[in-house]
């Protein structure tokens, strides 16, 4: 399975703005998709957005217009460009990759909190 480490996550007020970035040991274009994920406290895990192999995107209806999913293939990072944060976004941000051979590997997984 890959290894994928996050980092990017924090602490920012309401309006604000983050970047999660997401590394990848393994080339990200022979992953089926690569993504984020989210949970929140007594909450189930929900997809946040996610691109494919040929670069399409699926961005979930509560985030689409200020959630931004994007890669780079050269440093097999995928990016989540956060903006426009509400209170909602809080929540533990998971990092996910899908591989034909090996199904789902898991970022550790990155604390987003929105408080004024």
């Known amino acids: 399975q890959v290894q994928l480490v996050e980092s990017g996550g924090g602490l920012v007020q309401p309006g604000g703005s983050l970047r999660l970035s997401c590394a990848a040991s393994g080339s990200i274009l022979s992953f089926v998709h690569m993504g984020w994920y989210r949970q929140a406290p007594g909450k189930e895990r929900e997809l946040v957005a996610r691109?494919?192999?040929?670069?399409?995107?699926n961005v979930a209806n509560s985030v689409k217009g200020r959630f931004t999913i994007s890669r780079d293939n050269a440093k097999n990072t995928v990016y989540l460009q956060m903006d426009s944060l509400k209170f909602e976004d809080t929540a533990v941000y998971y990092c996910?990759?899908?591989?034909?051979?090996?199904?789902?590997?898991w970022g550790q997984g990155t604390q987003v909190t929105v408080s004024s």
């Open positions: 996910n990759a899908r591989q034909v051979e090996y199904g789902d590997s």
């Open positions: 691109i494919f192999r040929n670069g399409i995107t």
